[in-house]
């Protein structure tokens, strides 16, 4: 035995005989409860997976309906069609979808903080009437046409502002954010005022920092929906250049109604490659933040 | 303290909302309740006159419309996704060539297709419409706000229109459209007669070979005799391992729960029709005028309505027709069909020959005969549930007649006319340009010009897509345009066989006479939709019922009509008694 050997801290090794035995009734619950998570798994995935095979299926074979998990006639002349048609047009709204995301997310993110936090400090006197001003319109909101009306007077219409600026506060969110603000403890804040720093640097320098994880929670909340939403876009995006990939998605599934003379639908292979092609960095980016979507509905909803 | 904020914000809020309410005010008085009461003349009076005083554009019947200085109207453009607008259309397709002819701009404000309705509603509600509101179905939402004007005060300014309607006798089908005040505030489109357009298509060769004479057999056949040669069709297929004894051949589209809205959309529409009942599609209100009784009826009650039911539960009784029919995608229905699982299916005059071109992919050319069968009789030898020779139309917005002035707004109107109306605008917005995009033959027939193709006009590209299409590239044969005509402009585009088609329909089959005009007034249309609602919800649920065999027509069908009258279904024909009566 060397020396070392002998220095080294003893660690108890777990006797298997001293583990708690499962029970019978609890090993059959794992089965049948794995069994049944298999299930909803299965039957979560086949639709999409489904998708997935239609995008790379051959019109024909879809015609003749030859559909399944595997496609039929491989090809993927279907995602070169929908990028490169009509100009690239596909390309065109996916990058508007990407640039409203990005500036969307930063000024929501920015604004809901600047609101957040004034609304955490109990002791300012104005939170009495802000507050509820803001909750108010969690429950009443000015109507469509009031608020068309408002966006197409302001010269918003056609233009990213008119697309971003309805959704740039949520009120849902701004209140978690209130909620986190208000978990910090005051003591890091007035330490910060001892050492010099004024009102927007204690925001800045030690509110901010501290916030990291609201702050994840909600750009990722926001990302979503600005990369989602279509419904602003159908309101004030009259120009189609300006259109985000989600209400082009929208249009092209919904395509005809069969009562109209001249109805054609889109091919069902152009529209699951276009849902494939939009659902796609959602997709490849939420197994590494869906934590934080869990996670987000709590953070500030604890109190100590 | 805290009192008095709460009671002086309560007053505050009070007086918004007064103050909300004041400023709705401020749109026009709602035309229904005039009094100035005016009836639609048997021929119109046309003041379109080229000799009436110098002006600043040249029209007239046999005339291009053309403005003397370059003119710009707004205009709405239903943009459908599968055929979007591209910039093209403006720089040297459709809009350009109409600027070309008429020296007017058309400054297009397009939306969606499927989401048209909502943007033009919102847009002519905010005050923001364009001048040319085309495409419109159903003007009842626009009527009572002001915004659109009653353009039946203008029509002598057109005379293109007032030929048409002249010609063919329109008066009747316009008074259909026409409101309580006398007046109507859409230009619809109007045809010189009524071709049929839905209808199913089948297998002939299958058909043929199972000993079915469907030729001689559609000429007086009843959708009884409709079901024995689908049994023998069925046996055939049977025999020939082509189905099996428990399978269906039938499991037609249009008729699930997306196309058909739970109704049973395109077969239960047009076999109503058969039985002059509305069913599917066609249910509406279902109220329909009886002639003989001369009064307004609720056909979901009436004993036609017991016939055509029992006669469309056979189909499922008798293992032909697939009850999921009324559930499922069209997708499935046409791959059934197209892989020869089924023998029948619906189809309409502009999706025959796609179709079509979708079977040739499939099965090969000359592989399989495709046939529009004429529609078997119910208890009538209709094959229409509209009679109306009027289709989707035009509404001009208040706004132009403000901003134009009335000889400006005039000015627009002849444009209108010419756009809308004319053979030669007709002629260009469907086929594009005389020899550069189509050609006309010695015997009058157009035909698409070497290079081109056009899968709204029934010309199918090449399989490699080595064609140009002539819809896609510049606009042309889209839907804005070219609604109505007469026949010959209206069969101009369609394939032989639903040419053949439509013919045989007007040789063998009537039109129920047109129903008088309703008119009700804004109230008596709000208390129409208020009992309709739930009450045609009422009538589709148990009709899906009674088609697939859920419920037994002969048994239950007391029990069925209880409940239309527990939803009041005599108030509205108490109501429509009223309208008609005064």
């Known amino acids: ?304 | 303290m805290k009192k008095t904020v709460t009671r002086l914000t309560s007053i505050g809020l009070a007086l918004s909302m007064i103050g909300g309410f004041t400023a709705c005010t401020g749109q026009q008085s709602a035309p229904t309740e005039s009094t100035s009461m005016t009836t639609i003349p048997s021929q119109i009076e046309t003041s379109a006159t080229t000799t009436e005083k110098e002006l600043p554009y040249k029209f007239g019947l046999g005339e291009t419309f053309h403005a003397n200085e370059p003119t710009t109207y707004t205009m709405f453009f239903s943009d459908a996704s599968w055929y979007p607008m591209i910039d093209k259309w403006k720089t040297e397709g459709i809009f350009k060539e109409i600027e070309n002819r008429t020296n007017v701009h058309l400054d297009i404000k397009s939306y969606d297709s499927g989401d048209y309705m909502n943007n033009i509603t919102l847009d002519i509600n905010a005050g923001k419409s364009a001048y040319i509101i085309p495409k419109i179905y159903d003007d009842t939402a626009f009527v009572d706000g002001g915004a659109i004007v009653p353009i039946s005060d203008y029509v002598q300014y057109m005379p293109y229109y007032t030929d048409f309607y002249n010609k063919y006798n329109l008066s009747k089908d316009i008074q259909t459209i026409t409101r309580a005040n006398g007046k109507y505030y859409k230009l619809p489109g109007m045809k010189e007669g009524n071709l049929i357009n839905y209808t199913f298509m089948i297998r002939k060769d299958i058909w043929d070979k199972a000993g079915v004479d469907v030729v001689e057999l559609e000429k007086t056949w009843t959708w009884g005799d409709l079901l024995e040669a689908l049994k023998k069709v069925k046996a055939y297929m049977v025999e020939q391992g082509m189905c099996k004894e428990k399978d269906y051949i039938w499991s037609d589209l249009w008729c699930g729960n997306e196309s058909g809205k739970g109704s049973g959309g395109n077969l239960l529409g047009v076999m109503g029709a058969t039985y002059d009942v509305n069913a599917g599609w066609n249910i509406g209100n279902g109220m329909r005028y009886n002639p003989a009784a001369d009064e307004f009826q609720f056909s979901p009650v009436s004993d036609n309505f017991k016939e055509f039911l029992k006669a469309a539960n056979a189909f499922v009784e008798a293992g032909i027709l697939d009850p999921e029919t009324f559930t499922q995608d069209d997708a499935t229905a046409t791959a059934q069909y197209f892989n020869g699982k089924t023998a029948i299916m619906s189809v309409n005059q502009s999706q025959f020959a796609s179709f079509e071109g979708d079977m040739v992919k499939q099965l090969g050319e000359g592989k399989f005969e495709n046939y529009c069968i004429t529609l078997p009789m119910g208890s009538t030898k209709n094959s229409t549930v509209s009679p109306e020779r009027l289709e989707n139309g035009v509404m001009i917005a208040d706004q132009a007649l403000k901003d134009l002035g009335e000889d400006g707004f005039i000015e627009m109107l002849r444009f209108v006319d010419w756009l809308f109306y004319s053979h030669e605008a007709y002629e260009l917005t469907k086929w594009g340009v005389e020899g550069v995009h189509y050609e006309v033959d010695a015997d009058g027939y157009k035909h698409l010009k070497e290079g081109f193709c056009c899968s709204g006009l029934g010309y199918g590209n090449t399989p490699d897509n080595t064609l140009t299409d002539i819809r896609f590239e510049w606009g042309y044969a889209g839907g804005n345009f070219w609604y109505g005509g007469t026949i010959a402009e209206m069969e101009d585009n369609l394939v032989p066989k639903v040419q053949d088609y439509v013919h045989r329909d007007l040789e063998y089959r009537e039109v129920p006479p047109l129903a008088p005009g309703i008119a009700p007034t804004s109230d008596q249309y709000e208390k129409i939709n208020l009992i309709a609602t739930p009450l045609i919800s009422n009538v589709n649920t148990w009709v899906l019922k009674f088609v697939t065999g859920q419920a037994d027509v002969e048994k239950q069908w007391d029990e069925y009509v209880a409940s239309c009258e527990e939803l009041n279904y005599k108030g509205l024909v108490d109501l429509y008694a009223q309208i008609y009566q005064k």
């Open chain 1, 1 to 304: 035995m060397s020396v070392n050997e002998e220095n080294k801290p003893h660690i108890p090794v777990a006797n298997p005989k001293n583990r708690i035995k499962e029970s019978t009734g609890y090993k059959v619950f794992t089965v049948f409860n794995t069994i049944i998570m298999i299930f909803v798994a299965a039957v979560t995935l086949y639709p999409f997976l489904y998708l997935v095979s239609q995008s790379f299926t051959s019109e024909q074979a879809i015609i003749a309906g030859h559909t399944g998990l595997i496609p039929k006639d491989f090809s993927i002349d279907t995602y070169v069609y929908v990028i490169t048609r009509n100009d690239h047009e596909f390309l065109r709204y996916y990058l508007n979808t990407i640039l409203y995301t990005v500036v969307g997310t930063v000024g929501s993110l920015f604004f809901s903080s600047i609101l957040a936090y004034p609304m955490s400090k109990t002791h300012l006197r104005i939170n009495k009437i802000l507050s509820p001003f803001i909750i108010f319109t969690m429950y009443f909101g000015g109507g469509l046409i009031a608020n068309y009306i408002l966006i197409v007077n302001l010269g918003l219409k056609n233009t990213m502002g008119g697309f971003i600026l309805p959704m740039l506060i949520s009120t849902y969110y701004v209140i978690l954010m209130r909620s986190f603000f208000m978990s910090l403890p005051k003591e890091l804040e007035e330490a910060g005022e001892m050492d010099g720093l004024n009102k927007f640097g204690v925001f800045l320098k030690i509110s901010i920092p501290l916030s990291k994880p609201i702050m994840a929670t909600m750009t990722l909340f926001y990302a979503v929906m600005y990369w989602n939403n279509w419904f602003n876009a159908m309101l004030y995006l009259q120009d189609k250049n300006k259109w985000p990939v989600a209400y082009f998605l929208q249009t092209i599934i919904r395509g005809a109604s069969a009562s109209e003379a001249d109805a054609q639908q889109v091919s069902a292979n152009i529209k699951s490659c276009a849902m494939v092609l939009t659902v796609l960095p959602i997709i490849c980016v939420y197994p590494f933040i869906q934590k934080y979507y869990v996670q987000g509905m709590m953070l500030g909803g604890v109190k100590e």
